[in-house]
Nanobody, 126 residues
């Protein structure tokens, strides 16, 4: 059973930074593409960032390019989302996800990801 546990969310002022962490247990983490999604109240879930199994490739939503980075540590079964220059519109619940299909593609659709964490709330005040 694969479990994902996010941490690092909180309240921050606009322009500030947060680093989200996701601890993964079970499964074969080093073979999974990983991603972060977010969902704000009343809005659809959206892709934020993804990283390949090797960590050599990443993909970002246009809304966060240049502000967010994603990384992973396969030795520690961890994935991170560094969020800089935060804006009020970044306020959402953030979810860590794993794509267990051994793909080399970083999917941006949530249906590709078979495992999800419980989410961590990020609130950016203006």
């Amino acid at each position: 059973q694969v479990q994902l546990v996010e941490s690092g969310g909180g309240l921050v002022q606009a322009g500030g930074s947060l680093r989200l962490s996701c601890a993964v247990s079970g499964g074969l983490f080093s073979a999974y593409a990983m991603a972060w999604f977010r969902q704000a109240p009343g809005k659809e879930r959206e892709f934020v960032a993804g990283i390949s199994w090797s960590g050599t490739r990443s993909n970002f939503a246009d809304s966060v390019k240049g502000r967010f980075t994603i990384s992973r540590d396969n030795a520690k079964n961890m994935v991170y989302l560094q969020m800089n220059s935060l804006k009020p519109e970044d306020t959402a619940a953030y979810y860590c996800t794993a794509d267990p299909s051994y793909t080399v593609v970083i999917n941006t659709g949530g249906q590709a990801y078979g495992y999800w964490g419980q989410g961590t709330q990020v609130t950016v005040s203006s």
